[in-house]
């Protein structure tokens, strides 16, 4: 239901896209725009892993400098018939962890100096099963694609609004121009609608990356009570990451009380311990 639910939010989020395109740039505003996001796309497909372990901060540990690790990482992998991916580590107290990669042969997992202090063995384990449950279901791709599809999308409006501006959105409807009104509304409803649809796919992973990581490590429940954790560790100490990256971690890493989470990437997590008490 989670992967059947992803491609019709991506398929909307295309839709969207183009339509957007369309209207604020009539037929070659379409192209244009849809030869952006093949370009993007290209693009995040083969430096979402390097820029995202750059945002954040994170330093490639070796099997000398964290041996327990490298061993619970390794162990889990082969249980995911996964590659073992390359071990990170991000300098922070507060506990957090995330997954990046274009593919499984090319991941990483990428955990706080945190969170080693503040789980056991077996809560740890499911994080880091939760993590290579989204390497297998090759979700940090899916989230880079439509992260910068949702982005094309402003990007297209802001185009728009310079066109208002200096007078570039004139032009004969029949040759291809746009509808004033309608590249108006375009340029308010697309960007809010693109970062909804962008939310809801976000979400929808994290509920598969549960369940997959639930049967990897084979305890739901200690998943659960780190999530749990974690949970409450980051509302009372939000760290200091970079708001596009936030949607990576496995809880919100910026909440903080505030009205920000009512638009969150992140499924509510009461629902995500429920799912995974229930199986």
Request: aromatic share 6%; with cysteine.
């Amino acid at each position: 239901m989670n992967t059947m639910k992803t491609f019709m939010l991506m398929a909307a989020l295309t839709a969207l896209f183009m339509v957007a395109g369309r209207a604020m740039g009539g037929q070659q505003g379409m192209i244009i725009a849809l030869l952006l996001a093949v370009g993007l796309n290209f693009f995040a497909y083969w430096n979402s892993d390097k820029m995202a372990l750059s945002m954040n901060r994170a330093r490639e540990v070796s099997v000398h400098e964290a041996p327990d690790l490298h061993a619970l990482v390794a162990n889990l992998a082969s249980r995911a018939g996964l590659p073992k991916p390359k071990v990170y580590v991000v300098d922070d107290p507060t506990p957090n962890a995330f997954a990046t990669g274009r593919d499984p042969e090319h991941a990483a997992v990428a955990v706080t100096t945190g969170i080693m202090q503040v789980l056991d063995r077996y809560e740890l384990e499911g994080v880091i099963a939760h993590e290579l449950g989204h390497i297998k279901n090759r979700d940090i791709l899916i989230g880079s694609i439509a992260a910068v599809m949702a982005g094309a999308i402003s990007y297209l409006a802001s185009m728009a609004q310079w066109a208002m501006l200096f007078g570039g959105m004139r032009g004969n409807d029949e040759e291809g121009g746009s509808n004033p009104l309608v590249m108006l509304v375009s340029m308010i409803v697309a960007p809010i609608a693109a970062t909804l649809i962008q939310m809801a796919i976000s979400r929808s992973r994290e509920y598969l990356a549960d369940a997959t990581g639930a049967e990897i490590c084979g305890h739901p429940k200690s998943l659960a009570s780190a999530l749990n954790k974690l949970a409450n560790y980051n509302a009372q100490r939000p760290m200091n990451v970079n708001p596009a990256s936030a949607q990576m971690y496995i809880v919100n890493p910026l909440s903080g009380g505030s009205i920000a989470s009512l638009f969150s990437t992140h499924p509510p997590m009461d629902e995500r311990i429920r799912r995974l008490l229930s199986m």
